[in-house]
């Protein structure tokens, strides 16, 4: 296995980048540098992939895969605390406000608080026919993601508001008991209320999340176990005890 990062002028394209290139290169696997389709068009199958969306998307799209989206897996329908629907964009404005929406498609737009219409200005461009996840508004004061590799918590990182205030641990390892349906690896994002609850917000994929400061080893043994179960080939990285 080599893993291809994305990159920019010879360096790893960002943060993410850098970390998992300085994660393999500690594990002495060989780190490649791409700019180009062409150059990572040159990878096998069993070389890791390492990129934002759009060139994980690429990747991927080249073996025929689409992965699933996430968001609030059904095991989880307990640790949302609110009640989560989708509807379509054209179907959007006869829901009742106020409502946190946010689309089902990656990167499409941010999610908001709608309290009137005139806050989803920045919507305009997405079409009638895609779909938004509609949920409950909440009051998150604090949001922490939850790194999971083959059911075990590799670590915890704060990323938005007070740092100070923790999630309940408990919580977050009952989900990762519950989700039995779960991807090989995988991020659970989870908040603090300011009633004192854990929820969780979301759940993103293994294959693109951004590390957070998670150790560079296991960030890259994070991405790899993910690739791997996407790919269909044995993760080499896979230290379990069998």
Same mark, same amino acid.
């Given at each position: 296995?080599?893993?291809?990062?994305? *990159?920019?002028?010879? #360096?790893?394209?960002?943060?993410?980048? %850098?970390? *998992?290139?300085?994660?393999?290169?500690?594990?002495?696997?060989?780190?490649? $540098?791409?700019?180009?389709?062409?150059?990572?068009?040159?990878?096998?199958?069993?070389?890791?992939?390492? &990129?934002?969306? $759009?060139?994980?998307?690429?990747?991927? @799209?080249?073996?025929?895969?689409? !992965?699933?989206?996430?968001?609030? !897996?059904?095991?989880?329908?307990?640790?949302?605390?609110? @009640?989560i629907w989708k509807v379509k964009m054209g179907d959007l404005t006869k829901e009742t406000l106020q409502i946190f929406i946010k689309p089902?498609?990656? =990167? *499409?737009?941010?999610?908001?608080?709608? #309290?009137?219409?005139?806050?989803? %200005?920045?919507? %305009?461009?997405?079409?009638?026919?895609?779909?938004?996840?509609? /949920?409950?508004?909440?009051?998150?004061? /604090?949001?922490?993601?939850?790194?999971? @590799?083959?059911?075990?918590?590799?670590?915890?990182?704060?990323? +938005?508001?007070?740092?100070?205030?923790?999630?309940?641990?408990?919580?977050?390892? @009952?989900?990762?008991?519950?989700?039995?349906?779960? !991807?090989? *690896?995988?991020?659970?994002?989870?908040?603090?209320?300011?009633? &004192? #609850?854990?929820?969780?917000?979301?759940? +993103?994929?293994?294959?693109?999340?951004?590390?957070?400061?998670? !150790?560079?080893?296991?960030?890259? %043994?994070?991405?790899?176990?993910?690739?791997?179960?996407?790919?269909?080939?044995?993760?080499? $990285?896979?230290?379990? =005890?069998?």
């Amino acid at each position: 296995m080599r893993a291809f990062i994305h *990159a920019f002028q010879g #360096r790893p394209w960002n943060e993410e980048c %850098k970390a *998992a290139c300085d994660g393999f290169a500690e594990l002495g696997i060989e780190t490649i $540098l791409f700019t180009t389709n062409e150059e990572l068009d040159r990878r096998h199958r069993d070389d890791v992939v390492v &990129g934002g969306m $759009l060139i994980m998307e690429h990747a991927l @799209r080249q073996y025929g895969i689409t !992965p699933p989206i996430y968001d609030h !897996p059904d095991e989880l329908t307990e640790m949302t605390g609110r @009640r989560i629907w989708k509807v379509k964009m054209g179907d959007l404005t006869k829901e009742t406000l106020q409502i946190f929406i946010k689309p089902v498609r990656e =990167k *499409a737009a941010q999610g908001i608080v709608v #309290r009137t219409w005139d806050d989803i %200005k920045g919507y %305009k461009g997405i079409e009638p026919d895609e779909w938004i996840c509609c /949920s409950e508004p909440v009051s998150f004061i /604090s949001e922490w993601r939850c790194f999971v @590799r083959y059911g075990d918590i590799l670590g915890i990182r704060h990323y +938005n508001g007070d740092p100070k205030v923790y999630c309940d641990m408990s919580i977050i390892e @009952r989900a990762t008991e519950l989700y039995t349906s779960a !991807p090989a *690896a995988y991020a659970l994002d989870v908040g603090m209320t300011d009633d &004192g #609850r854990t929820l969780l917000v979301e759940v +993103n994929d293994g294959y693109a999340v951004g590390c957070y400061g998670l !150790p560079n080893v296991l960030y890259a %043994k994070f991405l790899t176990a993910r690739w791997a179960e996407l790919v269909g080939i044995v993760d080499p $990285l896979d230290d379990r =005890k069998l």
